[in-house]
């Protein structure tokens, strides 16, 4: 299948500071590609290259054969943008605001009109269509601002973080939105710092982390690159110094790789049920009180532990 967006060698600085540094990855047409990493990791600023926000440094990217460089107008036609930030009027009701950003789009007339409704039926809203934004839930907005995204029927749309601060059943609603867009045809580019929704959506994943792009692929191609290594995530009190546990435990034989972060210390190993006893041995030794213990077989978690030596944290 042929791709719809190309990112050649990308850079984004900002003085010194490379916030996206040489990145290269390519999207087929109909694809969920995620883009995963830790807050910081230079997501949003390639998001924002992509969306003609941010003149590249260097390197570029084409988009339905069209360079956000030197065609910025062509690219602004086919893609489609969900921000981080809710882009939304709260003393307008949905319909209103979608008819609002409909116009910024040079959408009018009857045909905006049925569009919106479209719209609203895709993100299930359309039973409280002319209510207002500030009588939303937080998903319920979310809701929203993915449907101003999908108003000129773009190609690709880029949903950058879409169920940050959200509760968990808007969450699952927005992941089951997602899905099935992409099941009618849409071609999606979608960031976030949750292993699990990368996990559920994705047909391929970058990990991107400091602004590079550290591996790539289905998520069968990344969690090879662990082998078969299990992960044992280890919980402990908020007045234990996890990076000291981290330090002892990296010393017991068969455990990779360790990092501590938020009062949880993160270990590979190949496998979990030979080093679960002497991690808790060790633990009691410098006492320091392990609250509760998750194991989990090579994921995408593991491929950052063992890419960066730390844990993947929200």
Known sequence: MAA????????????????????SFSIEEGEIFSLLGPNGAGKTTTISVLSCLLKPTGGDAIIGGHSVSRASMDVRRIIGVVPQDIALYNMLSARENLMFWGRMYDMDGASLKQRVDEVLEQIGLT?????????????????VNIGVGLLHKPRIIYMDEPTVGIDPQSRRSILDTVKDLNRQGMTVLYTTHYMEEAQELSDRVGIIDHGKLIALGT?????????????????IGEDQDGQVLADALCALPNVLKCSSADHEVVLM????????APVITRANELGIKIH???????????????LTGRALRD
Request: glycine share 6%; hydrophobic share 40%.
């Open 127 to 143: 039973d409280r269509a002319n209510a207002k934004i500030e009588t939303y839930s937080g998903g319920m907005k979310r809701r």
């Open 269 to 276: 190993a190949p496998e979990a049920e030979d080093v679960l």
């Open 219 to 235: 998520q069968k191609e990344l969690t090879t690159l662990v082998g078969e290594h299990d992960s044992l995530r280890l919980h």
């Open 4 to 23: 719809i967006l190309e990112v050649h060698n990308l850079v984004k600085k900002y003085g010194d500071l490379a916030a996206v540094d040489d990145v």
């Open 292 to 306: 509760s213990v998750d194991i989990q077989e090579p994921n995408l978690e593991s491929v950052f532990l063992h």
